[in-house]
Structures are given as structure tokens and as C-alpha cells.
């Protein structure tokens, strides 16, 4: 079997290894009895390398097969995505009209969220998004319970909506999660989504309150969140719980030592429990730091 130069990224994960380890090259040619010119090619692209003189680099180098499969399938994971982002992502004018025209004729919700994705994977044209948002808080007004692609649609817009949209869509943001537990709907993939998509409205939008001042708004939220089901204990819910509870000691108690305490240990427990790919999405719902969390939440101090 041999290793051809194609889209599965070989030469480029041994390149890599062979950069991490450090071994001289003059080793590796010496002991995988291959030429410095086929070795070379190899690495730059040209020709193949047989499986049995793959192996036995490895072996100097001190990586596992099985190491440098999992490297080298994540570097192909990545140009697919890569190739996937520059086939969605262009947005134009025509696009956000074909997407409200077909949204007027079916009031399918699908359509709107599809092309605000699509926005939100590329580079978010604010004169763009400024001529789908009326539709979009059109939709969200009119809604008493939230369905899973309405919690979406709201989750990604909220930044984009008056303070006033949100205080009026929140009391149903409330009432569907309410709703969600007192008829037990937490057990399936969809409602554990739509459930972390309703706590993340809740955290966003206390965090809100604070940045627009109007702090007693949130004291329902805190209650809320402190009176879930104990039943509802995922990993997702429990860092919800835990943020809401560093807002609380930062700007209600006013203990910004005890905040930046917690609020590190949760970071920490991120980085040790969740997979790396993980880790920027909660970053941003964290604000990336302590720092940036605590302009964020207390804006009139800065």
C-alpha cells in the first residue's frame, strides 16, 4: 500500500511530526533507507510513499500509526469545512431578497435562519443583516413558545436587537423552558439543543441587562435558573448555572475576587474535560477572559 500526495493531507501530517519531534533528517534517511530526494518529494508533494517505509519513519520519530491517521484525518476535516465555508458563505443583496420573498410566500422560519448562518460563517455585513432584522422581529414578537429553530433564530440575532425586543421576548423564552420541564420534554437530542439554546438566551440576555443598566431585570432570570430541575444536570447546563452564579457575585454581590475565582475554574474545567474543538465556543460565550467578561457586564465602570 502506499501513501499517494492527494486530499488526505499525508505529507502534510508527516511534515508535522517530523517538525514536533525534532529528529535530524539525515537520521530519518539513514534508518528508513529512503534518498534525500525521494524523502523531499515526498514531503513537498510529489510521489508516493509505501505504507512499510511510512511505518518505519514513524517509528524514528517515535509517533504511532494511529497518532498520525487521526492528524492527518482532522487536516482533511478542516480543508473540507474550509471548501464547505467558501461555497456557503457568500451573502448578497439578491440572496437576503430571494430568502424574504420565500419567507413571505411559505413563512417558513428555515429560510431566514439558513441565510443568517450563512452571514454569520463569513464576514456578518451589518447593512446586510439590517435588511432581514425587521422580518426577524417581526417573526420573534409573535411568538408565545419557542420551537428549536426560533430559539436559534433568536440566539443569533440578539446582539443585533433593541434591549426593549428582548425584555418583550423573554417572558416566553421563560415559559417555554418552563414548559419544557414541567412535561419532562428534556430527553430526546432535539429538546436537549433547544434546552441549551434557551438557557444561552437567558445567560446573553442578563448579561444584557447589566450592559444596559437595568439591572432589576434580572433578578427573574436568577431565580429561574436557581429553581431548575435538579434532573437537569449536562455539562452545558451546569456551565449556564455556574456563569449565571459568577454575574451574580460580580455585579450583585460585588465580590469581584469570588467572580474571578469561579470564573476561572470553569475556564480551567473546560480546557480539562472538553475536547479542543470545543474550546472557542466557550470562549465566546465567556468573553474570553475574565476582563472582557467584567467590561462587558459592568460597562459604566469603564
Known amino acids: ?8 493531507h499525508y505529507n502534510e501530517a508527516l511534515k508535522f511530526f517530523i517538525r514536533e519531534k525534532g529528529v535530524p533528517v539525515k537520521i ?5 533507507d529512503i534518498s534525500r530526494s ?8 510529489a510521489g508516493d510513499l509505501a505504507m512499510s517505509r511510512l511505518i518505519s519513519i514513524l517509528e524514528i520519530i517515535h509517533v504511532s500509526l494511529d497518532e498520525f491517521m487521526l492528524y492527518a484525518r482532522s487536516l482533511q476535516e478542516d480543508c473540507s469545512q474550509n471548501e464547505q465555508h467558501s461555497k456557503l458563505t457568500v451573502v448578497d443583496e ?5 430568502a424574504l420573498d420565500t419567507y413571505r410566500k411559505t413563512k417558513d ?42 430559539a436559534h433564530l433568536l440566539l443569533m440575532t440578539m446582539d443585533n436587537l433593541r434591549y426593549d425586543d428582548l425584555r418583550m421576548m423573554l417572558p416566553f ?17 432535539t429538546e436537549i439543543r433547544r434546552q441549551h439554546i434557551l438557557l444561552t438566551i437567558i445567560y446573553q440576555y442578563t448579561l444584557r441587562t447589566f450592559h444596559e443598566q437595568a439591572n432589576d431585570d434580572a433578578k427573574i432570570d436568577f431565580n429561574l435558573i436557581d429553581n431548575l430541575d435538579a434532573t437537569i444536570s449536562d455539562w452545558y447546563t451546569n456551565v449556564i448555572r455556574k456563569l449565571m452564579t459568577v454575574i451574580q457575585t460580580l455585579v450583585v454581590t460585588d465580590n469581584e475576587y469570588e467572580a474571578r ?13 472538553q475536547p479542543q474543538s470545543a474550546w472557542n465556543s466557550y470562549e465566546q460565550l465567556m468573553h474570553s477572559n475574565f476582563n472582557d467578561f ?9
Do not use: C, W
Not at 1 to 8: G, L, P, Q, V
Not at 94 to 98: D, H, K, M, Y
Not at 261 to 273: C, K, T
Open 28 to 32: 530519518i534517511l539513514a534508518h528508513a
Open 38 to 45: 525521494r524523502f523531499y518529494g515526498y514531503l513537498n508533494g
Open 261 to 273: 475565582v469561579a470564573y476561572n475554574n470553569i475556564l480551567a474545567a473546560v480546557y480539562a474535560i
Open 1 to 8: 500500500m502506499a501513501f499517494h500526495i492527494d486530499e488526505n
Open 109 to 150: 422560519v428555515a429560510v431566514i435562519v439558513s441565510v443568517i448562518d450563512r452571514m454569520n460563517m463569513g464576514d456578518r455585513d451589518i447593512k446586510l443583516l439590517k435588511k432581514i432584522l425587521p422580518t426577524v422581529r417581526d417573526i420573534l414578537s409573535r411568538r408565545h413558545y419557542f420551537s428549536l429553530i426560533d
Open 173 to 189: 423564552v421563560r415559559k417555554t423552558i418552563l414548559h419544557q420541564q414541567s412535561s419532562q420534554q428534556i430527553g430526546s437530542v
Open 294 to 302: 467584567k467590561a462587558y457586564a459592568l460597562p459604566q465602570r469603564y
Open 94 to 98: 439578491l440572496t437576503i431578497e430571494q
